[in-house]
């Protein structure tokens, strides 16, 4: 009962009471008054379990991956998402990514400035730009890049419609989602 006190005072428990709690759960479970979890996620990999949630920090509809350099690479995944991902997300100069020649697709960037993100890692935004086109299917992607506060948006467009008001340069990938860690 110790355990208790210490909990509602401090809000965590020593290593000793730590253990004495768990010994007491082993116990009730074998004497079958407390059941096991059920189900994958009882012995889901607690890595994978944070994968996942990493891949969805932003919400629904937009996904998160971490690119080689260690930067967040963020792809829209829906016309709503991607102006966020470009209107709000996006700022001055980290890199903006969308397949080129007016193929419909996700708005990517990677949150870095410009001048920091490696090479690697814009080939890496470019090629999940074109994972998630309509050229998915399609070797050889052409995807266009730009500073992302040069990404601007008209007024009374269609949702997820947007413009580039700067340079612009474009990459040919090969459409790839980046393995599970």
Known sequence: VAWREEFASSGALTEESSAGVLLMHAALLDEGIVKPPKGPAAQEDPKAVAARAFKSKYGKDIDCFRSPGGFEVIAGRSSKMNEYVSL???KGDMPWFH???GVPGSHVI???????????????????AAYHSKSKELRHVPVMYCHGGNVKKQKGTKTGTVYNTGDKFQIMVDPELPAEP
């Not at 990677?110 to 999940?128: H, L, N, R, Y």
């Open 110 to 128: 990677i949150k870095g400035s410009w001048d920091q993100v490696p090479e690697a890692d814009f080939e890496f935004a470019a090629k999940i």
């Open 99 to 101: 397949t080129d020649n």
């Open 88 to 90: 709000k997300l996006a």
